[in-house]
Each structure stands twice: as structure tokens, then as C-alpha cells.
């Protein structure tokens, strides 16, 4: 069974610059998770998708960031502007029904200059 | 609301030793508790994993874990070490009725000496 795959896998941009995450959760899971992995810390929960139905944004910082699902298969995260504090780790995750389990990509790495 | 503390951010020990890793949670509701590990530049992996039943879990690699609901615990335990064990470890706690939200702790990073 394919993982959860992301890409990029690295991305480096000049600060103000737009950038976009994707990710294509394991088939047949209908939750998707994005999370913010600072250096050093353990990941943190942006936002969090049942099908198509953005569940829990409540850590989303909406004024510069913006996440959709379309169709309730795979997801795209968005940050415009990005700022020098973005500079993290982009993790997505999935899971299925009541199944506590979350499946985690290998991140994308972002670099803000 | 529910947080982890995971006590130790480094911890070292030698191949062959005892890993103890610990972790203590705090829930106002009976709780859910991982064990993943990271290894550099790739995503995390889930070790094992207490919901109900049987308090000492069993994972992968050789690691268990026992759910201690007096002490608010769930330290990561393996016998014995190996180099391949060198990671960083996170504990993590969701509850019922939470949206499988997890909240995770800050890591332990794990060295294994020769």
C-alpha cells in the first residue's frame, strides 16, 4: 500500500514569495491532516479535513495561509505572502474513520530567505 | 485540553542498554497515547499506540509502552538498544469526541553509543 506522498519534497523562496504544498493522502482515507513541524518541536495541528470539509482551522493563521480538498482525495496547502518565520517542516497526515491511527508523509522543508 | 510533557529532549545510552523514554499527559478525559518516531528528513512513523484494554503495548522494533493512569504516564521502553534506534521520539495524546486531534510533545532525541 502506498504512504501518504508530498511534494515538494524541499522548497526554498525569498520571503514575500508565494508557495504550495500538495499532498495525496493513502486511498481510502477520508481524513486529512496539515502540520507545522518547527525545528526542534513536535508538530502542530493547522488544519484538518473530513472528505472535503475543512473540520478544524482553528490554527489555520488565515490571513496568509489557505488550505482546500477538493473531490475529498488530495490536498493543497497554500501560504501568500510568506514570511522568514514560515521556515519549517510541512507535514500532512491521514486516517480513516474512528481508526485513531495517523499515517504521515515525509514532509516538505521550507526555507524562507 | 490536553498536553504532553516529555521529559529529556536528548538521551543517550549504549548499544545492548536499556531505552527508557518518558512521557506524561495530561486529559480530563481517559485518553489516547502514541509512540512515533522520526528519523531525519522523513515524516513520522507510529510505534504503537493505547486506547482501551490491555495497559502494557506492545509496537514495533521491540518497543512497549504501559499506560499508568495514576501517574498520567506512557514512558517507551525497549531492553535493549540498538544503533538503528537513534531517532527522535514523540509522544502524543488525543481523546474521544476530539477529532483525533493529536497534540504532541516536544521529542526526545535518542542516541545510541557504540
Known amino acids: 500500500e502506498a504512504g501518504v506522498v508530498q511534494s515538494p519534497r524541499y522548497k526554498i523562496i525569498e520571503k514575500k514569495q508565494p508557495v504550495a504544498f500538495w499532498c495525496n493522502p493513502i486511498s481510502g482515507h477520508n481524513t486529512l491532516y496539515w502540520y507545522l513541524q518547527n525545528l526542534g518541536q513536535g508538530p502542530e495541528l493547522l488544519i484538518r479535513?473530513?472528505?472535503?470539509?475543512?473540520?478544524?482551522d482553528s490554527q489555520l493563521p488565515k490571513d496568509r495561509f489557505s488550505a482546500e480538498r477538493l473531490k475529498g482525495v488530495d490536498s493543497t496547502l497554500k501560504i501568500q505572502p510568506a514570511e522568514l518565520g514560515d521556515s519549517a517542516v510541512y507535514l500532512c497526515?491521514?486516517?480513516?474513520?474512528?481508526?485513531?491511527?495517523?499515517?504521515f508523509g515525509p514532509g516538505t522543508r521550507l526555507t524562507v530567505t | 485540553a490536553q498536553s504532553v510533557t516529555q521529559l529529556g529532549s536528548h538521551v543517550s545510552v549504549s548499544e545492548g542498554a536499556l531505552v527508557l523514554l518518558r512521557c506524561n499527559y495530561s486529559?480530563?478525559?481517559?485518553?489516547?497515547l502514541f509512540w512515533y518516531v522520526q528519523y531525519p528528513n522523513q515524516g513520522l512513523q507510529l510505534l504503537l499506540k493505547?486506547?482501551?484494554?490491555?495497559?502494557l503495548v506492545k509496537g514495533i522494533n521491540g518497543f512497549e509502552a504501559e499506560f499508568k493512569k495514576s501517574e498520567t504516564s506512557f514512558h517507551l521502553t525497549k531492553p535493549s538498544a540498538h544503533m538503528s534506534d537513534a531517532a527522535e521520539y514523540f509522544c502524543?495524546?488525543?481523546?474521544?469526541?476530539?477529532?483525533?486531534?493529536?497534540?504532541f510533545g516536544t521529542g526526545t532525541q535518542l542516541k545510541v553509543e557504540l
Open positions: 479535513y473530513e472528505n472535503e470539509e475543512a473540520v478544524d
Open positions: 502524543a495524546v488525543t481523546t474521544t469526541g476530539g477529532g483525533n486531534k493529536l497534540t
Open positions: 497526515a491521514s486516517s480513516f474513520g474512528e481508526n485513531y491511527e495517523q499515517y
Open positions: 486529559s480530563s478525559v481517559p485518553p489516547y
Open positions: 493505547y486506547t482501551t484494554g490491555a495497559t
